[in-house]
């Protein structure tokens, strides 16, 4: 499963729907969201893709702290 936070709301895709594997780039796997949202590079590039040990994939802003 690939679990993306975006402007506060969520959303859950299957890789098929993104037309992506596990084994995608993070590169890819942003670009994939970028196109399905039919939004710029530049608002997806600064997102972290964080693969848990369970397999999903979490695609999120970057957390900053302090």
């Not at 670009?31 to 369970?54: C, E, L, N």
Request: cysteine-free.
């Amino acid at each position: 499963m690939i679990h993306l936070r975006l402007e506060g709301k969520s959303f859950d895709f299957t890789p098929q729907k993104l037309g992506v594997t596990h084994q995608s780039s993070d590169h890819d796997i942003k670009t994939r969201v970028a196109q399905h949202f039919d939004m710029g590079w530049d608002k997806i590039q600064p997102y972290v893709v964080d693969r848990r040990p369970s397999g999903d994939i979490i695609v999120r802003p970057e957390a900053v702290y302090g």
